[in-house]
């Protein structure tokens, strides 16, 4: 019977051991209320508000326009040309929407310039180009691509937040770039994107995509808000959440339970409907 006892005990210790280090790993940053607040509820047209026919193109300075004159947040995304413009393109590669076989970085800003987006009049905006359109009208999404400069387009991205007058937040799947800014900009809103890790599909090793999508990397970089993929398999994650994490969520489409998403989540990110600028 003492034998029976022992063995409980120690696997009695051994979940509370368990729960300690998931606290650790998940435990989210609760700082910044003021800039939280202006989040809540917030539907981000997703790379705009981009044409499921491609008429207007994700990414482009025509969705990003009316995305802006619906009164939607808008979500985007960061990369590097390769002379070291701040280009707004989501993949690394030019292939599907511009039709270019190469890497966004293999190619200079004039050389993206000359390529149409989706077969439109549309071009490959720069980053200072939406700025000025949106022009603080709408709040801001900004997503930092991985890529082999990171630290570099932190540095020179963030000089670029510091001067526009509108609201805005960052986030990434990388990790250390979410780090980056909870050491160099602390007064950054900035959230960590994660998903399932079948949801990777070979772009990360076997162990880099369980700790990425446990939400375990949050012990790098203790971010405000977590970005989810829809379904959140994963008791980390939802421990993340009970912690204080804010509760975003991408990416939204019209066949989606939207109500019941809304309920679970602090905003959301969207693509091919027309909700309400709040929700």
Not at 41 to 58: C, I, S
Request: charge should be neutral; glycine fraction near 6%; include cysteine.
């Amino acid at each position: 019977m003492e034998i029976v006892i022992w063995i409980l005990l120690i696997l009695l210790g051994l979940l509370i051991l368990l729960f300690l280090l998931n606290l650790i790993l998940v435990m989210p940053s609760r700082k910044l209320k003021a800039q939280r607040d202006l989040f809540y509820h917030v539907n981000f047209a997703h790379r705009g508000l981009h044409t499921r026919d491609k008429k207007r193109p994700e990414n482009s300075l025509a969705a990003f326009r009316a995305a802006v004159e619906a009164g939607y947040g808008i979500e985007l995304d960061l990369q590097f040309s390769k002379d070291e413009q701040i280009v707004v393109f989501h993949d690394d590669t030019l292939n599907r929407v511009c039709g270019v076989d190469g890497r966004v970085d293999a190619y200079t800003l004039d050389e993206l310039k000359a390529m149409s987006l989706c077969g439109t009049e549309e071009r490959i905006p720069l980053f200072s180009e939406v700025l000025e359109l949106v022009d603080g009208k709408v709040p801001l999404l900004v997503e930092f691509k991985n890529g082999p400069k990171n630290d570099l387009l932190c540095e020179k991205t963030l000089p670029m937040l510091r001067a526009y007058k509108g609201d805005f937040c960052i986030e990434s799947f990388s990790p250390f770039i979410v780090k980056w800014f909870k050491k160099n900009a602390p007064d950054i809103l900035r959230g960590q994107l994660s998903a399932p890790a079948k949801e990777f599909k070979g772009e990360l090793q076997p162990f880099a995509a369980f700790m990425l999508s446990h939400c375990y990397t949050d012990v790098l970089c203790r971010p405000h808000f977590i970005s989810y993929h829809k379904e959140k398999t994963y008791w980390s994650v939802h421990l993340a959440d009970k912690l204080g994490a804010m509760r975003y969520v991408w990416t939204v489409r019209p066949s989606d339970d939207v109500r019941k998403i809304e309920k679970r989540n602090d905003a959301v990110i969207f693509e091919f409907y027309t909700p309400g600028v709040k929700y």
